[in-house]
């Protein structure tokens, strides 16, 4: 499963430099597949470079889409491991099996 930032979010960024996959952008910031990433072309319908518009304009956000939980990087969640008021935490709507996740981790090295 990604992880999500929750509304308890202080907006510190302490999350956004720790993410080796770039899955995590301050609120109202658009986003694409192809930031901090070596990914091109089209990933299902999207062109990677397209921007996307924000999950949240409040507080940061973590795309589901872009997030391995740091599978293939660390061995646990980094935006978790440095968050001073722990809101980085699994979204149970979105599980992944951990063959998912590090499928993900190559395909954005």
């Given at each position: 499963?990604?992880?999500?930032?929750?509304?308890?979010?202080?907006?510190?960024?302490?999350?956004?430099?720790?993410?080796?996959?770039?899955?995590?952008?301050?609120?109202?910031?658009?986003?694409?597949?192809?930031?901090?990433t070596s990914l091109?072309?089209?990933?299902?319908?999207?062109?990677?470079?397209?921007?996307?518009?924000?999950?949240?304009?409040?507080?940061?956000?973590?795309?589901?889409?872009?997030?391995?939980?740091?599978?293939?990087?660390?061995?646990?969640?980094?935006?978790?491991?440095?968050?001073?008021?722990?809101?980085?935490?699994?979204?149970e709507d979105n599980?992944?099996?951990?063959?998912?996740?590090?499928?993900?981790?190559?395909?954005?090295?």
């Amino acid at each position: 499963m990604a992880i999500i930032i929750t509304d308890e979010c202080i907006n510190c960024g302490a999350c956004e430099a720790e993410c080796p996959n770039t899955a995590i952008y301050e609120g109202g910031l658009e986003w694409s597949f192809a930031e901090g990433t070596s990914l091109t072309g089209k990933i299902g319908d999207i062109n990677a470079l397209t921007e996307q518009e924000p999950i949240s304009y409040d507080f940061y956000y973590i795309v589901p889409d872009k997030c391995t939980e740091c599978k293939g990087f660390h061995e646990e969640p980094q935006c978790a491991a440095v968050c001073p008021v722990e809101c980085c935490v699994p979204d149970e709507d979105n599980i992944e099996t951990e063959k998912d996740l590090l499928t993900k981790s190559i395909s954005t090295l």
